[in-house]
């Protein structure tokens, strides 16, 4: 199966008097069934989350509070993205390797097509590198 691109993907807002709602509504903004979500926070200033790519895990990620900044690589080439508000998402594929830079107090909600798989993971850049080709 061939997947798209990394891609940024609009979430509906939804805004009254009480304030804002953001949400998928149904899965007509995911190009996938939701199997897990997590959310990442306290990430120290100046560190790097992710350094890897899954094998046929996909991903859409975005930011709640705070920005974060997505390196991303894949068959295609390398894009980055800054995520700064929680109405959109970032679409990642599988075989994208990405890099993951939090601002202060940033925390980040990710949604997924699996569920939690280490065998799914590849950590070695260098079997990413081999697997692309």
Known sequence: MKYPAPHLISFL???????????????NNLPFE???????????VGKVRGGHAHRTTQEVLTVVNGSV???TQHAEGQQVF???????GLYIPPLCWIKVQPSEGAVIC?????????ADYIRQYEEFLQLLN
Do not use: I, M
């Open 34 to 44: 939701v199997k897990r979500v997590f959310w990442v926070y306290g990430t120290p």
């Open 82 to 88: 800054e995520l700064t508000t929680p109405t959109q």
């Open 69 to 71: 900044r997505v390196e």
């Open 110 to 118: 990710c949604l997924t097509s699996t569920l939690y798989d280490e």
């Open 13 to 27: 807002q939804l805004t009254d008097a009480t304030g804002t709602l953001v949400t998928t509504q149904d899965e």
